[in-house]
Structures are given as structure tokens and as C-alpha cells.
């Protein structure tokens, strides 16, 4: 069966329609930050879409964030969405949010629906943090993805903890990764 471009949101399902164990994952991540800017935004974060059991030297992941960029000497941030290597040594964490079938949401489809949502300018205060709770709640609203029993920031705050108290040092051969409520699982991203 042939990937759709869009999600058929209308649609879908917000249970499970098969057991099937080689569906897609969906991820929030946990970057190390290139610059420190406090402890509320001590890691970069962004949503991965990835196949199970991905290849390290592939690119099958997508990778979808508002990122900062310095524009002409100021500071701005910008939506991505797209396609990357499915590992990144950059990783601290990951919190394991569900999986999607291919019938049902593609990589290109979800970075399509996710320009929907506002990149907010002028908050000094407004991070990747932000735009991942926001996205996490679109997902949910639409219901490409089933209510997951915590709101969008608590699942992000639970990663966050989670990736705050683990060492990537202790984790030679795979990201370190928790459910939706900070518990510590079985990780399926491998480092390259």
C-alpha cells in the first residue's frame, strides 16, 4: 500500500487499528543545546517521526521543530520539517509517544499540518519547547494520534526530568528513552 501524502484526518481512528509491531514511531527529543540559556530551555526539542528499529546510517527519520536562527543579527526562530539521519549524536533523550500507521500519517504529511502552527517572534521567553506542546496538541486535537491521558506539557515536562536525570555516557549503544510519564523503556534508536 502506497504511503499517503496527506493524513486523512478525518478519518482516523484514534485507537490503534492493528497490532502491527513495523509501524512508524513518534518521539519527542531532546537536543543538547549549543548555547546555554537557563535551565527552562536547557535542551532543544523537537518531534521524530522514525521506523522501528532504524538504521543509524539512513535517512527514514523526520525531524519536525522551530529552530533559532540569527537572521541579519537578530535572533529568529523558523519552522522545519524534514527528513534527517535516524540517529544524531546531538540526542540526550527521547520520550516515546506512540505509533502511527503508514496508511495513515507520512513524514511529509505531518510537516505539512505542523506549518499550521504559529512560530511566535517577540516572547523572549517562547522556545522549541513551545512549538513541540503545540504540535503534540494539534496532533491530539486532529486526531492523527490517540489523547495520550496526560496534557501535552506534562508528557514534556516528564521527558525533560527524565532527560535531565540521565547520562548519554551510561548509554554507549542506544538513546536513552521514557513513556509518556518519565519511565525509563526498552530504546529502539541505536547511535551510529
Same mark, same amino acid.
Given at each position: ?7 486523512? !484526518? ?12 513495523? =509501524? ?5 527529543? @531532546? ?11 536547557? !535542551? ?37 520539517? =524534514? ?23 507520512? +513524514?511529509? +504529511?505531518?510537516?505539512?499540518? !505542523? ?21 503534540? *496538541? ?22 525533560? *526530568? !527524565? ?7 551510561? @548509554? ?21
Amino acid at each position: 500500500m502506497a504511503t499517503p501524502l496527506y493524513p486523512a !484526518f478525518g478519518t482516523i481512528n484514534p485507537k490503534p487499528a492493528s497490532n502491527r509491531s513495523n =509501524k512508524h514511531r513518534l518521539y519527542i527529543a @531532546y537536543y543538547s543545546q549549543g548555547r546555554a540559556q537557563g535551565d527552562d530551555v536547557k !535542551f532543544h526539542t523537537a518531534l521524530i517521526l522514525a521506523p522501528k528499529n532504524p538504521d543509524p546510517r539512513k535517512v527514514q527519520t523526520w525531524r519536525y521543530h522551530a529552530k533559532n536562527i540569527d537572521r541579519d543579527g537578530d535572533d529568529m526562530w523558523i519552522y522545519e520539517g =524534514k527528513p534527517t539521519m535516524n540517529s544524531d549524536q546531538r540526542i540526550e533523550a527521547m520520550t516515546f509517544l506512540c505509533k502511527v500507521g503508514d496508511e495513515d500519517v507520512s +513524514g511529509l +504529511g505531518l510537516s505539512m499540518l !505542523f506549518r499550521e502552527i504559529d512560530v511566535i517572534q517577540d516572547e523572549r521567553r517562547w522556545s522549541s519547547r513551545h512549538w513541540v506542546i503545540a504540535a503534540l *496538541q494539534l496532533l491530539i486535537d486532529r486526531k492523527v494520534i490517540p489523547q495520550l491521558h496526560m496534557s501535552a506539557k506534562s508528557i514534556w515536562q516528564s521527558g525533560y *526530568q !527524565f532527560t535531565k536525570s540521565v547520562q548519554s555516557s551510561n @548509554y554507549p549503544f542506544s538513546v536513552p528513552t521514557c513513556d509518556i510519564t518519565g519511565k525509563e523503556i526498552k530504546s529502539e534508536i541505536t547511535w551510529s
